[in-house]
């Protein structure tokens, strides 16, 4: 069988792009360990809000000082729908929903999270100071665009720290 050189060339291109595709993906998943999360964390979506986890939503401070906020999803809000964190500290948020998939984007930041029922998503980042809207990213349902928040950032010398938690409940 004749294949023209053209056909060829661009036969051993393609092959060579898919082996790229592939090893790259492999040197990610088994050198770097790099997956998409899955089961980390269960929830159960009816018993959410009662859950220790998620009992005290808002910011909070574990046995070592870390922050964290905690937010639960469901239509068409988020609670809380305020926040005041410091600027420039690790926050540590912690979500999940009590009904569908929503989609927490905390705007102009890297701050972003599909939120799943039955499924606590979690990401830590800082930002710096200023009043940031919290928008639904995810079609929730016929009040989607309603569903926001605010997150105020304010300098660390302006900001109150709530009392340690006696023990971190993760
Ligand atoms: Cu929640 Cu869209």
Known sequence: MNIDLYERIWM?????VLAVFFASTAVAALG???HPPSHIETIDPAKALGDARF???GVSMDASGRLHARVVGLMFTWLPAEMTIPADTPVTFQL????VIHGYQIVRTNGQTMVVP???S?????????????TCNEYCGVGHHTMAAKLHVVPQSQWRSPT???????
Not at 164 to 170: L, S, Y
């Open 12 to 16: 051993w291109g393609v092959a060579v």
């Open 32 to 34: 770097h360990g790099i």
């Open 55 to 57: 009992r005290k939503r």
């Open 96 to 99: 999940t929903s009590i009904d």
């Open 118 to 120: 039955g499924y606590v």
């Open 122 to 134: 979690q990401f830590t980042t800082q930002f710096e100071a200023g009043d940031y809207l919290v």
């Open 164 to 170: 340690r938690e006696v023990a971190d409940v993760r």
